[in-house]
């Protein structure tokens, strides 16, 4: 669960924007989830609104980028290039305040200058106290570190193994990475863990690897999205895969380099059995069954004709509103959604408004019903989810840029005075909070 989130210096972020999950204490705390053990509520989402370049894909990006880096990625940070120079020298910093899946609030971020980690630290609230993990600091000639005593307990090795790991890490990647990979500290695992497996963001040409797989070789599963689909007025009668025999060369034939191609190769030899996606064909994937037959098998959907026959449509070719609920569909699925932070940009890509809406409301009710403790942050233009009926009013954001200074900033309305009875989408349109595009017409 995300508590808050804080960027500074990357992209068009040039001083420190936080992103606060937690709940305005003068208000209601009904639709919350309340986190007795510190004696907080959280939001379970949020959705944020702003015009086109304010800043809003590059808090996506700024999430995602610190995840990729603790998922041991060496990408460098692109500092907020408009005010100076000089500032470019200035490293970036990523912060995230979160409580694992065992119920520990960890506080864990790094400060980088393009791909050199020049600080980075974690501490753990085992209690409402703040006890101090780790910290590690560049120097010229290496780096500096401490550690409590509490994780060199945690630690295989204790501290001279750490002091030996601290030492060995390459400047681009984090320790908390290092030992999370090694097995060497079980904070560590379960920090990076939830990195992996709790933190999704999902952009608008986001393809969910995992859906495919999951509707052809699962019968239950592909019932269950049926009816996730029809409730929201998707109009088939269910899905259907096809299976044909195919030789090695052929599958071979479908990677796109000669380095994938050898990849591939290996890894059906090398297997008794399993299933490999396509990586030309979306909605195609290729399975070696325990016989060793090659099989190809594309996923099409049925549709029950006039004369009581059926017809089967390629997924390729149904709407593109149909693909994207393809791969949204996880925020559904009511088994899986326990505890994971999913951050979505442009959430109403190719979606009706209505269906836009009921996505949102099925996600609550599903989530506070169920006391999953699942967070949906999201990013929009769709002024019609502006609603209070759906929304608390901490949990709507709004992205500006500062037209001076070209930086990006995050208010909630929650802060502003608001005058009772006030539509708030008219409100918004009409410019009472920002975060809209100024147009000028310049008509002779």
């Not at 506080?107 to 006890?131: M, N, P, Q, V």
């Not at 945690?154 to 999370?180: C, H, Q, W």
Request: glycine share 6%; charged share 25%.
């Amino acid at each position: 669960m995300l508590i808050n989130f804080s960027v500074e210096n990357y992209k068009s972020f040039k001083d420190q924007l936080l992103l606060n999950m937690t709940a305005a204490k003068r208000l209601k705390l009904d639709n919350t989830i309340p986190v007795m053990k510190y004696g907080m509520n959280v939001l379970p989402i949020s959705g944020i609104y702003g015009a086109n370049g304010s800043g809003k894909t590059n808090l996506v990006l700024a999430i995602e980028f610190m995840k990729t880096k603790v998922t041991g990625s060496n990408a460098a940070a692109i500092p907020f290039r408009f005010a100076s120079s000089d500032n470019e020298d200035n490293p970036s910093m990523f912060s995230m305040l979160l409580i694992d899946r065992k119920g520990v609030m960890y506080h864990y971020g790094f400060s980088i200058k393009g791909d050199e980690i020049l600080e980075e630290w974690l501490s753990a609230y085992y209690t409402k106290r703040e006890t101090e993990l780790f910290s590690r600091i560049k120097t010229g000639s290496g780096s500096e570190h401490e550690f409590g005593n509490r994780f060199i307990k945690e630690t295989k090795g204790g501290k001279r193994y750490l002091d030996f790991i601290s030492n060995d890490v390459p400047s681009n990647m984090l320790l908390l990475s290092e030992l999370a990979i090694r097995n060497s500290n079980q904070i560590c695992i379960d920090v990076h863990s939830w990195f992996i497996n709790d933190l999704i963001t999902i952009r608008p040409d986001y393809y969910n690897l995992n859906v495919l797989p999951s509707l052809i070789t699962n019968e239950a599963y592909r019932e269950k999205a049926t009816g996730i689909l029809k409730s929201l007025d998707f109009d088939f009668d269910g899905f259907e895969s096809k299976a044909s025999t195919v030789d090695l060369e052929y599958i071979l034939s479908q990677a796109l380099t000669p380095a994938d191609r050898e990849t591939l190769r290996n890894s059906i030899e090398s297997s008794s059995s399993g299933y490999w996606l396509s990586p030309k064909q979306r909605y195609v994937i290729f399975h070696k069954t325990m016989s060793g037959r090659l099989e190809e098998i594309k996923l099409s959907v049925r549709h029950k004709r006039s004369d009581g026959t059926y017809a089967t449509l390629s997924i390729a070719d149904t709407s593109s509103g149909f693909k994207r609920m393809l791969d949204l569909l996880q925020l559904l699925e009511k088994d899986k959604i326990g505890q994971r932070t999913i951050v979505v940009d442009e959430i109403e890509r190719s979606l009706h408004t209505v269906i836009s809406k009921g996505l949102i409301k099925q996600f609550l009710e599903d989530d506070l019903s169920q006391e999953a403790q699942s967070q949906l942050i999201f990013i929009t233009h769709d002024t019609n989810l502006l609603d209070m009926n759906i929304l608390r009013r901490d949990e709507i954001q709004f992205m500006e840029k500062d037209r001076e200074k070209s930086a990006s900033y995050l208010t909630n309305y929650a802060e502003f005075k608001i005058i009772p009875g006030l539509n708030l989408e008219k409100g918004y349109l009409d410019g009472r909070f920002g975060a809209i595009p100024l147009l000028h017409h310049n008509l002779k």
